[in-house]
């Protein structure tokens, strides 16, 4: 154990977790959702998240003609940005809504018992993966440095970089934009609606497949966000990123309350710094080890996660 | 669990592929004329997946040598059977029971990852078929008494102190940060590094390989903070890119060595040219230039790119195996022996193997290569000591 380290870096360590955290949360933000309405954990959600980070990189390469020995720098890395963010979200809700209309919704048509939507997240999300392994033969993809990662300004002595305050911001307001939006907008009472009840729902008058298709497009936008802001994070894209991200978000969605907007965030944030925080005490390889443990103590005491409320439950 | 999924059933497809092959073997049997004719070898390695470079630059020797054998031998040609393992230990039994099955491969080339040779090495030497890797390196393979094992590379006994070696007389490093993937291969070479370095190792840290981490904010930190010249990576090219793309985000500019593993265009792709600039590459292979005769010339006319890393001593390995079939072999017993006794010249070195089935030590050959301008271009020959 090195408790020194741990002290000596604590800062950095917490800086670099909650930018992740912040991934995280976003990406739950789709779990967290579908659970919330239909009850299912939408397994393909990861392969969602993944298919926003390889249209951004596509739309760096085929659209501004960037690769990863491209220096880029204040209007253009901006523009990259921007339209990436459209490309991605646009691609992942597109795919999200897919998945739902050919995976989901003809099940939800037969009364399928709940192992079969299992499978079939499982089986969308397996042949969407291998898609992109084929398309991009297995191998890593780079990109251009879009954002630097140069410390922009010491807090407390810690550095933090541009890229760190755009991702942490970015997350933060797409969050804000989606919790106003399902707490005060027509829509959002209708997703609550069939949230708490789809049959009473439908009774009033709110068309349900249509909110459902709703829900599955907002957490593709999400995601979408996210896939970009992985790519500044993390510079490299690989076809099977999604399966981790997938996990740790889905464990970021529980971890906060599965069904709760806010606590796929809290949960998110924790995962985050509660991963970097073990990978500098005990090592790296135990990383994993730490936040499943902390997950499962966690839930022994508060078996709804930390916020424990659902999506169906949100006050009218 | 997706990714077990999604193993079993690229396992069902190579199985289907063999099981074809093989019936494709049996038909071409009767047509060539009994019992002399109709051998195949195999290559076993990971040909799709997240390591799929080396091995595709294996098999690709490997369907060389083959090539030049059957076009001097059209009338009793070899097939080869390319047993793509996806690197992956879990698969390795199934694929080295389907080459056993097949009576008619009398050798395999591989297989090319330590793991995957752990997992199906027992099955091979139970059934006494001579496997010769190209690529596996873990210096414990050898002392297993497989007596079916040969390799023509060194093993990281001596890649993991050159390394060490290059790190402390070349780069003059004193403060130096160890990371590796807790892989077979990449902890080995760790180990091995730690020991020839010593007290000038003052950081440590384990990362988990395979695709199964993108984030290292956490390992990059403790570098960072560490105030070191030189890290050793021991593991694969994909976690290696990511490593040294983030470490340099983080501003870290200490040079980064790592093994054979990382050597590997896509380290340079993912991590970006200006990042991987003069990274250190220790390899127990020669470069492809050095090798003998037309091997370079040959391998670009026959796959349209050069030869990559490996990609001469598996074609080494499988013209052991085909100067066998070609001196008359027909039982793997006999071509046990053959292996065994084998003394002769190869594109990359000559060999003969020791009681264990490595090849003659003053044969190793190490070298460093350095990235340079986005290429991986031969350094020097690292000294044994």
């Keep these: ?316 | 669990m997706r990714q077990r999924l999604a193993r079993v059933l690229g396992g069902v497809a190579v199985l289907a592929l063999v099981a074809s092959t093989a019936a494709c073997g049996g038909g071409s049997d009767d047509t060539a004329g009994g019992d002399s004719c109709g051998f195949k070898i195999a290559f076993f390695g990971a040909l799709t997946g997240s390591s799929a470079a080396l091995g595709i630059n294996e098999n690709n020797g490997v369907k060389l040598a083959v090539e030049q054998y059957n076009k001097e031998h059209a009338d009793c040609p070899v097939e080869l059977v390319s047993l793509d393992s996806q690197g992956s230990p879990d698969q390795a039994p199934q694929l080295a029971q389907k080459a056993i099955d097949d009576e008619k491969i009398l050798g395999v080339v591989g297989p090319a990852f330590s793991g995957e040779s752990e997992a199906a090495n027992p099955l091979f030497a139970e059934a006494g078929l001579v496997h010769i890797t190209a690529s596996a390196t873990r210096p414990s393979l050898a002392e297993q008494g497989w007596k079916t094992f040969f390799r023509v590379v060194g093993n990281d006994l001596s890649q993991g102190p050159a390394a060490g070696i290059y790190i402390r007389d070349v780069l003059k490093a004193e403060r130096v940060f160890v990371i590796d993937d807790q892989s077979a291969y990449g902890a080995g070479l760790a180990d091995e590094v730690k020991k020839v370095l010593g007290s000038r190792v003052v950081g440590t840290d384990k990362v988990q390989g395979e695709g199964k981490q993108a984030d290292f904010s956490a390992t990059v930190t403790k570098v960072k903070n560490a105030n070191v010249q030189a890290i050793f990576f021991g593991g694969y090219y994909q976690e290696a890119g990511l490593l040294r793309k983030q470490l340099t985000a983080a501003g870290v500019n200490a040079v980064m060595v790592g093994g054979d593993g990382v050597n590997d265009p896509a380290f340079i792709e993912s991590a970006g040219q200006a990042a991987a600039e003069g990274t250190i590459l220790t390899c127990l292979c020669a470069p492809a230039t050095e090798a003998r005769g037309t091997f370079a010339q040959d391998y670009k006319a026959l796959h349209g790119v050069d030869p990559g890393t490996y990609s001469d001593t598996a074609y080494d390995a499988a013209t052991i195996l085909l100067n066998g079939i070609k001196q008359g072999v027909k039982t793997r017993q006999e071509m046990l022996e053959f292996v065994r006794n084998y003394n002769g010249q190869g594109v990359a070195a000559n060999y003969r193997f020791t009681e264990n089935g490595e090849m003659d030590p003053a044969e190793v050959k190490i070298w460093a290569y350095k990235v340079k301008d986005g290429k991986v271009v031969p350094d020097r020959e690292i000294p044994k000591s």
């Design chain 1, 1 to 316: 154990m090195d408790i020194n380290g741990l002290f000596s870096n604590f800062g950095e360590l917490t800086t670099t977790g909650l930018t992740q955290g912040a991934i995280y949360a976003l990406v739950a933000l789709g779990y967290t959702l579908v659970y919330g309405v239909l009850r299912l954990i939408n397994f393909a959600h990861s392969e969602v998240f993944i298919t926003g980070a390889f249209f951004a990189v596509w739309t760096w390469q085929f659209l501004w003609g960037l690769n990863q020995d491209s220096t880029v720098s204040g209007l253009v890395a901006v523009g990259c940005l921007v339209s990436a963010m459209v490309v991605a979200a646009l691609a992942s809700a597109t795919i999200a809504s897919v998945v739902e209309m050919v995976a989901y919704r003809p099940l939800r048509k037969r009364h399928a018992p709940p192992l079969a939507f299992l499978i079939t997240a499982i089986g969308a999300s397996i042949v969407i993966s291998e898609a992109y392994a084929i398309l991009t033969r297995r191998r890593p993809t780079g990109m251009p440095t879009l954002v630097s990662t140069d410390p922009l300004i010491h807090i407390g002595g810690v550095p933090i970089s541009a890229a760190d305050l755009l991702i942490v911001a970015s997350a933060l307001i797409m969050m804000i934009i989606l919790d106003i939006f399902i707490n005060r907008s027509r829509i959002g009472r209708g997703i609550r609606a069939v949230a708490q009840d789809a049959n009473t729902a439908a009774l009033m008058g709110i068309n349900k497949d249509r909110i459902i298709l709703l829900v599955f497009l907002t957490g593709g936008l999400m995601a979408g966000i996210a896939g970009v802001l992985f790519n500044v994070r993390i510079g490299v894209l690989t076809y099977s990123v999604g399966f981790l991200m997938g996990i740790k978000a889905f464990t970021a969605a529980v971890l906060g309350g599965i069904g709760n907007l806010r606590g796929a965030l809290l949960g998110g944030l924790l995962l985050g710094v509660t991963e970097n925080y073990a990978s500098g005490l005990f090592g790296t390889q135990w990383k994993d080890f730490t936040a499943f443990a902390v997950l499962v103590v966690l839930l022994m005491f508060r078996p709804t996660g930390l916020l424990g409320e659902s999506l169906g439950r949100v006050r009218a």
